[in-house]
């Protein structure tokens, strides 16, 4: 099932095309095509080309095929029920934050967010790649950081899974409902100020649908 996005104003095919599912393909033809055709040497390009304060890079990550250590270590760091369905995913990500500049002294205050931007990239180039990934925020941090020695002074932000996408109904009936729903997103005008916050602006205010053909 593709869930593209109902938007409300055109937007380009990647973002609505982009959304996060649960259910993984763990066709061995499949793994292959991803790194036969260079996908996740092109995703990870795409991270590279991100914006950054000061053009710091604060973005590392470390990821793990299926079946080897590095894939089996990061599925031990992340939550039971993400546990469940992640196993499947061609790659698990671990995305990092360096929290300094590059004297390794000055804090870095937007690092944070400049690695966000990094993998908002990644899952927009995932996307026109015809692959999928799922951002976890359910992981325990202490533990990618022991488990993968993450040195002082970077942060693991978030897990990420990454693969095709395979039917719903490969997964249990809770999961399953969830992967079936219809996306959803507060309208634009909800949260688009002006003079002060909480002013909203007529800009926003007409929703026009454009429907995309595929």
């Avoid at 061995?28 to 053009?55: C, G, H, L, M, V």
């Avoid at 409902?177 to 100020?193: A, K």
């Amino acid at each position: 099932m593709d869930k593209f996005a109902k938007t409300d104003f055109y937007i380009m095919d990647a973002i609505k095309k982009r959304w996060s599912p649960r259910s993984f393909n763990t066709d061995k033809a499949k793994d292959e095509t991803i790194k036969s055709e260079e996908k996740i040497q092109r995703i990870f390009e795409a991270a590279r080309w991100a914006p950054s304060a000061y053009n710091a890079q604060p973005w590392r990550f470390i990821i793990g095929f299926r079946n080897d250590d590095t894939h089996k270590i990061i599925q031990r760091t992340l939550v039971d029920k993400n546990k469940s369905w992640a196993k499947d995913a061609f790659a698990l990500i671990i995305a990092i934050a360096k929290n300094t500049l590059d004297d390794n002294v000055t804090p870095n205050p937007t690092a944070l967010y400049d690695l966000g931007q990094s993998v908002a990239n990644m899952s927009l180039q995932a996307t026109a790649e015809k692959l999928h990934m799922h951002q976890m925020a359910g992981f325990s941090a202490e533990e990618a950081i022991k488990l993968l020695e993450i040195p002082d002074g970077y942060t693991p932000v978030t897990a990420i899974a990454l693969g095709y996408r395979d039917s719903a109904f490969r997964l249990p009936h809770n999961l399953r409902t969830i992967e079936l729903t219809e996306r959803e997103r507060h309208p634009s005008r909800d949260f688009v100020f002006v003079k002060k916050f909480g002013e909203k602006t007529d800009l926003l205010k007409k929703a026009i649908l454009y429907y995309m053909e595929d």
